[in-house]
């Protein structure tokens, strides 16, 4: 159950996407502003792409899947390919083209086939040869179709080694922290442990927090506490030195990066365990 949660949640796959357009370095900008995605390649030739597809929509039924057509692949006739998917996945999943830009006549012709013959839901967009210019409108066709899902930040879950202390009302607490996002931590103590009564949105100065190996300190605002099966959870959201919401500017960075890592190496190990499986069927 707790292996579903942490790879739970709306997720993009680029399929095979030219690099020098979409870098891979993209994605961790991407989840910062909580769309989490992922670029499957055809590097691993002993798993097709068309059985990695399959494999997604199996395992992220409610995915975004963005296909780069200007890719050479094996076997794959991008046209046919995407019909037969959305004809048969099409309630399930959602799909989107990507390609280098064209001049207007064939613009229009992609979209006349994608858009109108095959009914795609997520667009046919036109990449700048300025790699530059294509984070700012990969941003928008996130935001357009609602990459995101129901979350506005990506959180991931801690190990059992993370921990958040503070002092409150002349008494120390140390409890364990459950997950962590951009906005907020979860805090959770034990049972047998006094619970401090923090009123809501009461705010905490200086709580020391460990989230998988990194360490840094923050302010805090409660925004929810209840009891859940003899533990009392916490939900504090994160304030910066100036008062507003967040984390401090020197914080930021690295919690992203590691929310990044341990959010994505989570879902690209389950990937390359369910590939490698179905590789065992063409070797």
Known sequence: MEFRTEIEGRKTFFIV????LLPEAYLQDLLSSGYESYIIDDTT???PIDAKIRIIIESFPDSILFFFIDSQIEGIDWHRYIALLQQEFGGRIL???LYRKRTETERRELERFYLMNVGIQCGCIALEYQKSKNFDLIMKVMYANQACGRRKNVRALCD????????F??????GNVSDVSLS?????????????DIPIYEKINNIFVTFNGMHFRTNALLALKRE???????????????GQNG?????????????YMVVSNKVKSYLRELFDEAAKAYR
């Open 45 to 47: 030739h002993y798993c």
């Open 228 to 242: 859940v099966n003899g533990t009392m959870l916490f939900i504090f959201m994160f304030l910066k030195s100036t």
């Open 169 to 174: 009302g002349g008494t120390h607490f140390v």
């Open 160 to 167: 059992k080694m993370s921990n958040a202390n503070f002092d």
């Open 95 to 97: 799909i989107g083209v």
């Open 17 to 20: 996407p030219d690099a020098s």
């Open 247 to 259: 984390l401090d500017p020197d914080i930021e960075p690295r919690v992203s990066e590691k929310i």
């Open 184 to 196: 907020h931590f979860s805090f959770v103590l034990p049972g047998d442990r006094t619970w401090p």
